[in-house]
């Protein structure tokens, strides 16, 4: 069993920075892929970024070159650094931990999930 708390949300203006955080418990965190997904009012989920247990990152196109995804596998964390952040990325972040086995584009592909954390970027 694996529970994930995000953190570092916020209000933040067009073109400023946030780095989000997501700590998992349990012992077999460096075992996991991790993924970061969000989701805005009225819409579907969607897929931001991900990390594989290897260290190997995959981002969404809307996102390639302004989101870095890490993890520290010692402080059982990962991390989604964003930057030139714009109004269209206002959303409720997720992040999810899914046994790895490919696939990091799908929700269906991770079995936990946390709450989430609202970031709103203003024009």
């Known amino acids: 069993q694996v529970q994930l708390v995000e953190s570092g949300g916020g209000l933040v203006q067009a073109g400023g920075s946030l780095r989000l955080s997501c700590a998992a418990s349990g012992r077999t965190f460096s075992m996991y892929a991790m993924g970061w997904f969000r989701q805005a009012p009225g819409k579907e989920r969607e897929f931001v970024a991900a990390i594989s247990s290897g260290g190997r990152t995959y981002n969404a196109d809307s996102v390639k070159g302004r989101f870095t995804i890490s993890r520290n596998n010692a402080k059982k964390t990962v991390y989604l650094q964003m930057n030139s952040l714009k109004p269209e990325d206002t959303s409720v972040y997720y992040c999810?931990?899914?046994?790895?086995?490919?696939?990091?584009?799908?929700?269906?592909?991770?079995?936990?999930w946390g709450q989430g954390t609202q970031v709103t970027v203003s024009s």
């Open positions: 999810a931990a899914g046994l790895d086995s490919g696939g990091y584009y799908y929700t269906s592909r991770y079995n936990y």
